[in-house]
């Protein structure tokens, strides 16, 4: 008998995140941004991929914080 796999649930994505999204990246990672929302982290990349606005602050974000660490 085989499983049946569970359907993945991702919250709705919000335009007003994007907004939330950039003033909670400044002091903190996204990493605990989706804990704030209570989402997965893999749900903010599945928005990235869906939305080019979100997208835009997500890869922006993530320059930043290479370039700390470089």
């Known amino acids: 008998m085989q499983r049946k796999r569970r359907k993945k649930c991702i919250k709705p ?3 007003e995140y994007g907004a ?4 909670h ?3 903190a990672s996204r990493n605990s941004f989706a804990g704030v929302l209570k989402v997965a982290e893999s749900t903010l990349y599945e ?3 869906k939305h080019p606005d979100f997208r835009k602050l997500f890869m922006s974000a993530k320059k ?5 660490y470089a």
């Open 47 to 49: 928005w990235a991929r």
């Open 13 to 15: 994505y919000k335009p």
């Open 64 to 68: 930043k914080k290479v370039s700390i």
């Open 25 to 27: 990246i400044k002091v």
């Open 20 to 23: 939330l999204f950039a003033e």
